[in-house]
């Protein structure tokens, strides 16, 4: 059954930021991106255990603070080597300045 779980504020977040979420055992990553749209993957990088909100934002894809692999959080398809499987997205919704996501 899919939970919707409030994140934060959308001013926790900068445009081209990331943020690390924990709920319930998961670790997420939360998006701000160049669009002002918010977006969720899963925290950990698909490649090693590095957790990608202390990567880089740049627009729409991540950089992995471990290898530099990236990936577009939009889809989370891998964008840069050596990363190969694609990262698991999650549904956002914007409600009177909080940010949720759908898990
Ligand atoms: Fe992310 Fe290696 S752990 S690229």
Redesign the pocket.
């Known amino acids: 059954m899919t939970q919707r779980v409030r994140v934060c504020s959308t001013k926790d977040v900068e445009e081209e930021d990331v943020y690390r979420f924990d709920h319930a055992d998961r670790t997420f990553a939360i998006y701000h991106g160049p669009d002002g749209s918010f977006y969720a993957t899963d925290g950990y990088?698909?490649?090693?255990?590095?957790h990608?909100a202390e990567?880089i934002v740049d627009e729409f894809e991540i950089e992995?603070?471990?290898?530099?692999?990236a990936f577009d959080y939009r889809t989370g398809d891998p964008t840069v080597a050596?990363?190969c499987i694609a990262l698991k997205t999650y549904p956002v919704e914007v409600a009177d300045s909080d940010v949720f996501i759908l898990i």
Request: with cysteine; glycine share 12%.
């Open positions: 990088c698909t490649h090693e255990k590095a990608l990567g992995c603070p471990l290898h530099f692999g050596p990363v």
